[in-house]
């Protein structure tokens, strides 16, 4: 008994160890994600290029909710609607069903949603200019206001126009038009 008991203890540090390496080691897709996520213009002025971000922000339907431009950052979000039809069916499906043989059901979907924006803004350190760092993330709640879901959101379009959109602000801030 005390030989197994301390060939099994003997194993926990090296799990454990392996559990931290894990959790300390970078997804292989993170490089792409990053890359998606940043752009650099060539711009000296970080509080223009904070204030062209807000712009589009605004332009795309988003609240402003904090902002620095001593700490090059600026945080939006907006309210949507998180309801699909195919969720409330089957939860409905479910209902009916248990209620059909006498028992008790209280279905639940998901509801609304929060879309938040963060942006980053820093000096470029390989070349003159502004890197700016974007990250769109959700909060979704389901019928019972709870907290049913949050991710990051890294659709590679989503993130191609938003910087498309703040690339034509720069541009007509630059030249102003």
Not at 107 to 131: D, F, H, L, M
Request: aromatic share 8%; charged share 25%.
């Amino acid at each position: 008994m005390l030989a197994l008991a301390g060939a099994l203890s003997a194993c926990q540090p090296q799990h454990d160890l392996q559990k931290q390496t894990e959790a300390l080691t970078l997804a292989p897709n993170s490089l792409a994600q990053r890359q998606e996520q940043m752009r650099r213009f060539d711009t000296k002025d970080e509080g223009k290029m904070l204030q062209a971000c807000a712009g589009v922000l605004q332009d795309l339907g988003f609240t402003l909710d904090e902002s620095s431009t001593n700490a090059g950052f600026v945080v939006a979000s907006k309210d949507r609607d998180a309801i699909e039809s195919g969720q409330v069916a089957g939860q409905m499906f479910i209902w009916a069903l248990i209620t059909a043989f006498g028992g008790k059901y209280d279905p639940v979907w998901e509801k609304n949603q929060k879309i938040r924006i963060s942006i980053i803004t820093r000096k470029s350190t390989e070349a003159e200019g502004i890197v700016v760092r974007v990250t769109f993330q959700r909060v979704i709640w389901n019928t019972k206001n709870q907290i049913s879901r949050v991710e990051t959101l890294d659709d590679p379009v989503m993130y191609q126009e938003f910087f498309d959109k703040l690339s034509q602000s720069v541009f007509l801030a630059a030249h102003d038009i």
